[in-house]
């Protein structure tokens, strides 16, 4: 699965990487996101998404939290839950059927972790787990293939700015490479040459669709393990992405 991530990007640069007009990123995030290196579930992230717009579909830029929100859920909490979607039954679950079907989206990160099990043991008696730091080796923006919903709160008025919660999921696929190393589960990628496909609200063909994600290819992710200070959500920092060895060298 993945389960936490670093994005510290300021939203002019991912405006750039993923050609939205710089306008509308003015209009839609009107308190940019602080850098995270520990992002968490129900967390607010970046997420690329294509709205319609004028009868034509507009690139746009949205701070949603982590943790999709099915639009026919009755409380927001069932998000948590839902961080992550299984590439390989998300047509069939119905929390993220129709979101596959309609509402894609880019969520843009640095790099993620993943915890791997040593043969240390706890108190409790299982292995203590080192957390690892995945993420591109020329370290370019890692698109992760992600959905949205838009939940309604029932319990607000209509004109309740606070009525609409914008939520997201991860997709995720079989690890390989070097991630399959550290986890069975690694996020699924999408080529800067396939965003346009794979925002296309007008695309519905899943077998199509399904064809534009791909794991990282061989090469492209490095790993390297870092503090257990990312074990906990409080904690946060350009820190947590140093490589161990230059912890225990005093580099960080």
Known sequence: MCGRYA???????????????????????????????????????????ERAQDDEARRQLRAVRWGLVPFWAKDPKIGSRMINARMETVTEKPAFRQAFA???????????????????????????KQPFYIHPADDSVMAMAGLYEI????????????????????????ATDVAGQIHDRMPLLVEPERYSA?????????DQLRELL???????LEAFPVSTEVNNVRNNGPDLVVPLAAVGEGGA
């Open 7 to 49: 994005s510290s990007r300021k939203p002019e640069d991912l405006a750039e990487e993923f050609e939205i007009d710089a306008a509308s990123v003015k209009e839609t995030i009107v308190e940019p996101l602080a850098p995270d290196f520990n992002v968490a579930p129900t967390k607010q992230v970046y997420a690329v998404v």
């Open 102 to 128: 309609k509402r894609r989206c880019l969520l843009p990160a640095d790099g993620y972790f993943e915890w791997y099990p040593t043969e240390q043991k706890g108190k409790s008696g299982k292995p203590l």
């Open 151 to 174: 939940w309604k709160d029932p319990t607000r008025d209509d004109d309740d700015p606070l009525r609409f919660l914008w939520t997201c999921t991860v997709l995720t696929t079989t």
């Open 198 to 206: 794979w925002l296309d609200p007008a695309a519905t063909d899943a």
């Open 214 to 220: 791909v794991p990282a290819a061989p090469g492209l």
